[in-house]
């Protein structure tokens, strides 16, 4: 079907290094409530039933999507894990996982599109202004996915930069966290776009106007589409065995349509037949 075919046609077909928690760290996967505890199963329902019933597997992954968090902490570190084991299910979607430690800060009265903004202790946090066009595409993608597709808070989505890690993203607790470093690596070419941007007026109303916007393209939707649904899956299970491999392949097909309209509506296009 489409979903197959658009994700064919990315330049690799696994996802780099998507973050897994150190065991006993601070950062860890988000496991539902953010209790910390492991769920090796959702609901009790993680088996052959949520490949049948549509219904019931619907209802699942809006336990996992309510569940999601806004985070926040003003320093988030963790421990360096190397060679997490993952199931041979998973092998087909990302490497094999090398984590490297966090001391993440946050960056304290500055926000992109809305989303807050972290950095590693010993790099420049001038970064996301300093490469501004991209970090605000970067977080409009994030934002907009988040609520448009997925029909969660945009403040789930966090934004921080690792120049020396290999993670793309990691959960904490329910909280997502996207690192600029790796979508900026990815030298995406923008498009411009006519959008109605919504603009405050002194009386403290909102307004439209039609301004000229920049987007990522198409390959750059699906790819972190799938970081979020990998994430999003970790709502439910901390380890990468087939369970887990179950609810990213729930997760992806479940709002694929959702994502094929938003990238219509983003850039005026519809995905390759």
Known sequence: GLLSKAF??????????????????????????????????????????LFTDAAARRNELLKGLTRCKAGGEDQIKSQSQV???????????????????????????????????????????????????????????????????????????????????????????????????????????YSEVIRNVPVKTKNGSTEFFRQPVLVAPHNAFLFWYGVLCHELSHQFISDHNASFANYQMFFMTEYFPGLNKMIVDETGKQLPA
């Open 83 to 189: 060679g997490s084991k993952q199931s041979p299910e998973m092998e087909t979607f990302m490497d094999d996982l090398d984590v490297n430690a966090h001391n993440l800060v946050k960056i304290q009265h500055l926000s992109i599109g809305g989303l807050e903004c972290y950095v590693e202790a010993n790099e420049d946090p001038q970064i996301f202004v300093q490469k501004a066009v991209d970090s605000n595409v970067f977080a409009s993608l994030l934002s907009r996915m988040a609520t448009t597709v997925f029909k969660i808070h945009s403040s789930v989505c966090h934004l921080y930069w690792d120049s020396h890690g290999s993670t793309a993203a990691f959960n904490k607790g329910g909280a997502l966290y996207f690192n600029f470093f790796t979508f900026l690596s990815q030298n995406w070419s």
């Open 8 to 49: 064919s046609k990315l330049p690799s077909p696994r996802l780099p290094n998507v973050g897994n928690a150190p065991k006993g760290g601070t950062v860890s996967h988000g496991h539902g409530a953010g209790t910390g505890a492991p769920q090796q199963r959702g609901s009790g329902n993680t088996g052959q039933g």
